[in-house]
């Protein structure tokens, strides 16, 4: 049995296309799991998880928390927001006093990109990503890799564009990383100002048309707008980002194809995509969430395998 | 390392009529009955009793699964390597129904502890049986005895017994694998 190569997930950067193909393999045998009238395994009975979320979130800390629940982990959960931190701690400090009352694994989410990679320099335990900042989320990117992978089978040569706020998303640079690596082309679309301005060294195109990438495209993942991360008016309204770069039923009746449309969420229904589109058969937004949990489960077991072996 | 054959092609084959005989005397039309293979091994022994079962009584329907104990194991994070699973095809309900484990080696019997609670997800099943091809006798851990029994042997502690199924269905064969000892050349 093949063992992930990294001992903290931090980011797909950092994985190889073999860690992929594991996480997925792993991942199918808990989504039977999770299928069953008893959903829980006791496998991590013997571990206990924090999971820190110094910024908000609803379905990530929702998905990790059940993942971890039916692995049969010790959950304490944290948000900076009733927390010391507001009174002035510092982030090792406050993951070190969590780590003294003995948890095994941190996962964390933080404003600040690189924050994840910082804290696994600096304390002594397994760190995962649930996004840190405008950096990566690399569940995230598993996930939407392997709800694609469950529709087609195979990624080679299959064209996924990204459509929306790509200079504020993590998604994005997970999704490219992750979506090059299984052999997929990737385009990014969206208005000037939201797009990075070297982000083509990374080996992707882009555009600022949304039918000419949706006409090229096999599958489209529709970023949210990051309101709260716009420190500017990076367009001139949302009325009229949403007429430029929104889908709609319209636009897709107009392809003449079927294309998999694809959503990390929340979604801003009528902004990026309509409650149509969302909707339809095409989308696969709910299967991304279940699929969640078992990309979860399967991180986090296969991580833990690589922990220190509690008994000798 | 030396690999001698302890249960020949004729052997295999009289034990496999042997334990179709006697399920179906136990279990009559197999109604109430389901029977599980345990991943990896146990489902060709499965496969082979399902098709002796089918020949012996051409009209019973035989209510059969898949089972993977991997995430249910007792020495996850024991070993340096994770443990990898493999599918479990569980498409029924065992509630109120007699189960039979079927799997090819019982060796210390912690497999089939992990399948006794793995097997609790899909309900509550009025019975569990075991039925196992090959008992390697004194090396148990857990109080845990078969059923069913093809054969029982004796082997050490670092001897592996390997049941190798033939693709045809014909020619299963078991044999021991002797670890050296250290006098030996």
Known sequence: ?312 | MSQKILLSEKKVSIILHRLSCQLIERHLDFTNTVMVGIQPRGIYLLERLVALLKEKKPSISLQTGKLDTTFFRDDFRRSEKPLAANSTEMHLSIEGKSVVLIDDVLFTGRSIRAALTAIDSYGRPKAIELLVLVDRRFSRHLPIQPDYLGAQIDALQGDRVKVVWSDKGKGDIVYLEEKETENEV
């Open chain 1, 1 to 312: 049995m093949k063992t992930l190569s990294v001992s903290h997930l931090l980011g797909i950067k950092y994985l190889q296309l073999e860690d992929l193909h594991l996480i997925f393999e792993t991942a199918t045998h808990f989504k039977e799991v999770i299928n069953r009238p008893i959903k829980k395994v006791p496998s991590l009975r013997d571990i206990t998880i924090a999971n820190l979320f110094f910024e908000n979130s609803t379905r990530t800390k929702l998905s990790f928390e059940l993942a971890e629940k039916r692995l049969s982990a010790d959950v304490i959960n944290f948000s900076a927001a009733q927390s010391s931190v507001k009174k002035g701690e510092t982030l090792i400090d406050t993951v070190n006093n969590i780590l003294a009352m003995k948890v095994d694994m941190v996962v964390i989410r933080h404003p600040n990109p690189g924050a994840a990679h910082f804290l696994s320099k600096h304390v002594k335990s397994c760190i995962i990503n649930a996004g840190d900042g405008t950096h990566e989320h690399p569940t995230q990117a598993l996930l939407d890799a392997y709800s694609l992978l469950e529709k087609w089978g195979d990624l080679k040569g299959k064209r996924i564009a990204i459509v929306g706020d790509i200079l504020h998303s993590r998604v994005a640079l997970s999704n490219i990383y992750a979506l090059q690596m299984l052999g997929a082309e990737v385009r990014l679309c969206a208005p000037k100002s939201l797009l990075p301005k070297h982000i083509k060294e990374l080996g992707v195109s882009t555009s600022y048309d949304l039918e000419q990438t949706l006409r090229w495209c096999d599958a489209a993942n529709m970023l949210r707008v990051q309101n709260e991360r716009m420190d500017l008016g990076y367009f001139p309204s949302t009325r009229e980002y949403s007429q430029s770069f929104g889908l709609n039923g319209n636009l897709l009746k107009k392809l003449r194809k079927e294309i998999v449309i694809l959503h990390p969420g929340p979604i801003n229904r009528g902004v990026e995509i309509t409650s149509e589109v969302a909707d339809s058969s095409q989308a696969i937004i709910l299967d991304q969430v279940e699929n969640g949990v078992a990309i979860r489960m399967a991180i986090i077991y296969l991580l833990a395998a690589k922990l220190n072996i509690p008994i000798q």
